[in-house]
T-cell receptor, first 113, second 113 residues
Framework: DAGITQSPRHKVTETGTPVTLRCHQT?????MYWYRQDPGHGLRLIHY???????DKGEVSDGYSVSRSKTEDFLLTLESATSSQTSVYFC????????????FGPGTRLTVL | RKEVEQDPGPFNVPEGATVAFNCTYS??????FFWYRQDCRKEPKLLMS???SGNEDGRFTAQLNRASQYISLLIRDSKLSDSATYLC??????????????FGKGTLLTVNP
């Protein structure tokens, strides 16, 4: 299995609080992604990174920001969490830009009350 | 029309049955195609890529029809361990030099003893 970890694995927080999710990889892959998965919607891309300090928005980026200061770490921040951001968040990595395969982390279950 | 659409399911089949999943995609510029498998409360994992000539991996056969923009997955001799959600995934060029994976919502398969 690809070396991807996510922390925390579970989090409950209150509306309006900031939340940061961490993705850490040991594969030295250039590309990293954050998705959210919700019933009825499937996986949706939030943000992605194509290198250190290089990031771009996905299809559901509103309310989220990301940072990548090192190859191995990709952080997702909810500046002021809302109940609509209750979801399962998956980080993924890939080795090349053509994206033949993405490897996913175990996911973070976030509940915003 | 959604970019990737799958059979809504769920599928309930007995052990040993043959089951087929279908998927259509709307963007004719899509370049590569995959089936991912996701176990309950786990991360998605690549099951197989789908090639234009069709490809087989043990009990699993994937087919692609570019003219009809249609992808299929056939599972023969179903096992209990095949119970999972199957995600149809399409890759196409997004903005600039980046590529975009789009996931279908998935089809739940339950194989019964």
């Amino acid at each position: 299995d690809a070396g991807i970890t996510q922390s925390p694995r579970h989090k409950v927080t209150e509306t309006g609080t900031p939340v940061t999710l961490r993705c850490h990889q040991t594969e030295n892959h250039r590309y990293m992604y954050w998705y959210r998965q919700d019933p009825g919607h499937g996986l949706r891309l939030i943000h992605y990174s194509y290198g250190v300090k290089d990031t771009d928005k996905g299809e559901v980026s509103d309310g989220y920001s990301v940072s990548r200061s090192k190859t191995e770490d990709f952080l997702l921040t909810l500046e002021s969490a809302t109940s609509s951001q209750t979801s399962v968040y998956f980080c993924a990595i890939s080795a090349d830009r053509v994206v033949h395969e993405q490897f996913f982390g175990p996911g973070t279950r976030l509940t915003v009350l | 029309r959604k970019e990737v659409e799958q059979d809504p399911g769920p599928f309930n089949v007995p052990e040993g049955a043959t089951v087929a999943f279908n998927c259509t995609y709307s963007n004719s510029a899509s370049q590569s195609f995959f089936w991912y498998r996701q176990d309950c409360r786990k991360e998605p994992k690549l099951l197989m890529s789908v090639y234009s000539s069709g490809n087989e991996d043990g009990r699993f056969t994937a087919q692609l029809n570019r003219a009809s923009q249609y992808i299929s997955l056939l599972i023969r001799d179903s096992k209990l361990s095949d119970s999972a959600t199957y995600l149809c995934v399409v890759n196409r060029r997004g903005g600039g030099s980046n590529y975009k994976l789009t996931f279908g919502k998935g089809t739940l398969l339950t194989v019964n003893p």
